[in-house]
């Protein structure tokens, strides 16, 4: 069978419109339209190629000549792409992922389909990526770490070896896991986060915000 190279992204937010860049610079794959609920459809054209009705694009564009990426963010706990990835899904298309080259991925780590892997991201050997997993730029994926589906691991976390993440999690910016640790689902760890131990399904950890000192810039340079 002929391997797909042309797809569609589900989606028309920033999420997609980043896909599309790093799709068409950086892949072998063609975007050839976009695609998104009717009541969405503000716009016919996007990027320069169609935008069709998730209601009529598997007649103009079907499942069997075409791919499909479903683009969205990690709203709601990542229940709104999942949603749309589960449509699509069962619309009968194939859905592709997205690693980039200046990414670093061990010839053994395991990715599965509508994944999202930016640049320079560090995945070491016997990682394994469940489907519809976003890893933004810059975070580090220790030895044997597993994450699962619909999670959204934003920038430069640090998931040390020996690590399990469950589904539908949220990792801000900077948090760190220690190793050898299991991050229970629906779990949301804000920014600069330190987990030293295993989760429960649903926590919520956010660090405290950074202090206003109680002089400004000026005085503290005698400006």
């Not at 589906?149 to 040390?160: G, L, M, T």
């Amino acid at each position: 069978m002929q391997k797909i190279r042309e797809i569609v992204i589900f989606g028309l937010g920033e999420t997609a419109h980043l896909a599309y860049e790093y799709f068409t610079h950086d892949s072998e794959y063609q975007v050839v339209a976009f695609s998104v609920d009717p009541e969405y459809m503000d716009v016919g054209e996007f990027a320069g190629l169609p935008v069709v009705s998730s209601k009529e694009v598997a007649n103009r564009f079907p499942p069997s000549s075409y791919g499909a990426f479903v683009a969205a963010s990690s709203g709601k706990l990542n229940r709104v792409r999942r949603s749309v990835y589960e449509r699509t899904k069962a619309l009968g298309y194939s859905l592709v992922s997205y690693v980039s080259s200046h990414a670093f991925v061990w010839h053994n780590v395991a990715i599965g389909e509508n994944c999202f892997i930016l640049e320079d991201n560090t995945l070491q050997p016997f990682v394994e990526v469940g489907n519809d997993v976003v890893l933004w730029s810059g975070n580090h994926v220790g030895h044997r770490s597993v994450i699962r589906d619909h999670c959204f691991i934003s920038s430069h976390c640090v998931i040390s070896g020996y690590c399990t993440i469950n589904e539908s999690c949220f990792l801000g910016v900077n948090c760190t896991l220690e190793n050898n640790l299991e991050i229970g689902e629906d779990n949301f760890i804000g920014a600069g986060a330190i987990i030293r131990k295993s989760t429960s399904p649903k926590d919520f950890y956010q660090e405290d915000k950074t202090a206003l000192a109680k002089i400004d810039s000026h005085r503290l340079f005698k400006l």
